[in-house]
């Protein structure tokens, strides 16, 4: 079986075909996606939302990243592990967002990693680049910059901010990017970004004219009830399993029907 690389997915924008990718965050998971066939599996920062339980991805930890990312890739066989820097991993100085970046491939089994920002960030890209790390963007809604954005709301809608994302797009192709996730922009603007650029775009709330799609995986499987966004299809209710599995495991204890026979060594 051969691995996803970043040459495959841009063969498969020029092919016309599209690339899936879900989140990660543990073995188990992973390695269900991955058989699944998923082609890019990403250690989001989202971890911070989903699994540990804070209200957004600030506090987040280089730690904390390593040691998902490091779980997924070892569930892993087809699909490309990237992993996310998590706020401050890279913004400080490039030393440092090279040092960090270069945890994901040397600690965690990463095949490269993602940042958030557009020219902001291109210098920091070039470099993690330059150290032979492949870079993922991110535009469009960039929840690490969530207190000077204000709310999670669609990014990009007048004229103006729209041609700073195409050119933000650009530069972080220049940049040496390999693909770009493009995060709840308008539909329209998306096809524009993906039009403009050779690297393959990755939507989430970014319609259906981009390279390739993802989702934050308990989102799609119906686990997270705390924030449901609109873009959020959900493809199976797993909270409602898991709830009913465990009221009846309860209610089988308390009634002494479990463990029964079969379930025990006489
Ligand atoms: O943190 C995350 O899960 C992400 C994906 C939505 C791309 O950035």
């Given at each position: 079986?051969?691995?996803?690389?970043?040459?495959?997915?841009?063969?498969?924008?020029?092919?016309?075909?599209?690339?899936?990718?879900?989140?990660?965050?543990?073995?188990?998971?992973?390695?269900?996606?991955?058989?699944?066939?998923?082609?890019?599996?990403?250690?989001?920062?989202?971890?911070?939302?989903?699994?540990?339980?804070?209200?957004?991805?600030?506090?987040?930890?280089?730690?904390?990243?390593?040691?998902?990312?490091?779980?997924?890739?070892?569930?892993?066989?087809?699909?490309m592990?990237?992993?996310?820097?998590?706020?401050?991993?890279?913004?400080?100085?490039?030393?440092?967002?090279?040092?960090?970046?270069?945890?994901?491939?040397?600690?965690?089994?990463?095949?490269?990693?993602?940042?958030?920002?557009?020219?902001?960030?291109?210098?920091?890209?070039?470099?993690?680049v330059?150290?032979?790390?492949?870079?993922?963007?991110?535009?469009?809604?960039?929840?690490?910059?969530?207190?000077?954005?204000?709310?999670?709301?669609?990014?990009?809608?007048?004229?103006?901010q729209?041609?700073?994302?195409?050119?933000?797009?650009?530069?972080?192709?220049?940049?040496?990017?390999?693909?770009?996730?493009?995060?709840?922009i308008?539909?329209?603007?998306?096809?524009?970004?993906?039009?403009?650029?050779?690297?393959?775009?990755?939507?989430?709330?970014?319609?259906?004219?981009?390279d390739?799609?993802?989702?934050?995986?308990?989102?799609?499987?119906?686990?997270?009830?705390?924030?449901?966004?609109?873009?959020?299809?959900?493809?199976?209710?797993?909270?409602?399993?898991?709830?009913?599995?465990?009221?009846?495991?309860?209610?089988?204890?308390?009634?002494?029907?479990?463990?029964?026979k079969?379930?025990?060594?006489?």
């Amino acid at each position: 079986m051969d691995k996803v690389t970043t040459s495959i997915l841009k063969e498969m924008k020029s092919k016309g075909e599209k690339i899936t990718m879900l989140t990660a965050y543990d073995y188990l998971m992973a390695s269900l996606l991955d058989e699944a066939g998923i082609d890019i599996l990403m250690v989001g920062d989202s971890v911070g939302n989903v699994f540990l339980g804070y209200d957004n991805t600030l506090p987040v930890t280089m730690e904390d990243m390593i040691h998902h990312t490091a779980a997924v890739a070892r569930g892993v066989k087809r699909a490309m592990v990237i992993g996310d820097m998590p706020f401050m991993s890279y913004q400080a100085s490039l030393s440092e967002a090279i040092r960090n970046a270069g945890r994901f491939l040397k600690e965690a089994g990463a095949v490269g990693v993602k940042l958030e920002g557009g020219a902001a960030v291109a210098d920091t890209a070039t470099a993690i680049v330059k150290s032979g790390i492949p870079v993922m963007g991110h535009l469009g809604l960039t929840p690490q910059s969530i207190h000077l954005l204000g709310g999670y709301g669609l990014q990009a809608k007048d004229e103006a901010q729209a041609e700073m994302l195409i050119s933000d797009a650009r530069m972080l192709e220049e940049a040496g990017c390999f693909s770009l996730v493009l995060e709840k922009i308008p539909s329209k603007l998306a096809r524009q970004v993906t039009e403009a650029v050779s690297i393959p775009t990755i939507g989430i709330g970014a319609g259906k004219y981009c390279d390739g799609q993802v989702l934050v995986t308990p989102d799609m499987l119906g686990m997270f009830k705390k924030f449901t966004p609109k873009f959020a299809k959900q493809y199976a209710q797993l909270g409602k399993a898991i709830n009913s599995a465990a009221s009846s495991y309860i209610k089988e204890v308390k009634t002494q029907k479990f463990p029964g026979k079969e379930h025990s060594f006489e």
